[in-house]
């Protein structure tokens, strides 16, 4: 398994201004994904990020508004930029861990995201 | 194409009674299925999964999944719900070496 945490745990903020959240895990790991999340709703992925290379991102996402960095195996920063009320949502880290086709998927404890 | 249905939005149970939290996958190769748990203002804990062997697969907090290739299906089991239970559960389908792709997710209620 793997233990993550992500900083801020909460915020609110201000529309036009941006926010950096960050995801450290206790172990070092290839694969990071950023997910985003409405209160009660199931997980939209943003976007993939391995150590090393740019991030790949899912449709409707683009790297101007989530800029992602993956400076090394333990370690990512998801901004959200330029914000809007649309974007108040709960925005989760995750890792891969375990061997090809056994992987699982651990959560970090999510940071809440209100934008007024 | 991969998806994962959980039928129901809402499972409401009495403490003590049994539960069971429905599943239904669509995959065009094996299976990788994964049940996570949602409690309130906490992100997703892993449960369970299934990969190959027995079809019954044992996880934490005494739950259980059964997994049935004749009817696509991993449903979440446990004989004898507890309050702490209460929260949001979502089964996971994973295609070979293709994205993890959650459901929709199934609140569970349990009543003293």
């Known amino acids: 398994s793997a233990v993550i945490s992500q900083k801020p745990s909460r915020d609110i903020c201000q529309r036009g201004t941006s926010l950096t959240i960050q995801c450290q895990v206790d172990?070092?790991?290839?694969?990071m994904f950023w997910y985003r999340q409405q209160p009660g709703q199931s997980l939209t992925l943003i976007a993939t990020a391995n150590q090393g290379s740019e991030a790949t991102y899912e449709s409707g996402f683009v790297i101007d508004k989530f800029p992602i960095s993956r400076p090394n195996l333990t370690f990512s920063t998801l901004t959200v930029s330029n914000m809007s009320p649309e974007d108040s949502s709960i925005y989760l880290c995750?890792?891969?861990?375990?061997?090809?086709?056994?992987?699982?998927?651990?959560f970090g404890p999510g940071t809440r995201l209100l934008v007024l | 194409a991969q998806s994962v249905a959980q039928p129901e939005d809402q499972v409401n149970v009495a403490e003590g009674n049994p539960l069971t939290v429905k599943c239904t996958y669509s995959?065009?190769?094996?299976?990788?299925l994964f049940w996570y748990v949602q409690y309130p203002n906490r992100g997703l804990q892993f449960l369970l999964k299934?990969?190959?062997?027995?079809?019954l697969v044992k996880g934490s907090y005494g739950f259980e999944a059964e997994f049935n290739k004749s009817q696509t299906s991993f449903h979440l089991k446990k004989p004898s719900a507890l309050v702490s239970d209460s929260a949001l559960y979502f089964c996971a389908v994973r295609d070979g070496a293709s994205k993890i792709i959650f459901g929709s997710g199934t609140r569970l209620s349990i009543r003293p």
């Open positions: 172990s070092q790991v290839t694969m």
């Open positions: 995959v065009s190769g094996n299976p990788y």
């Open positions: 995750s890792v891969e861990v375990g061997g090809f086709l056994t992987e699982t998927q651990y």
């Open positions: 299934y990969i190959t062997g027995d079809n």
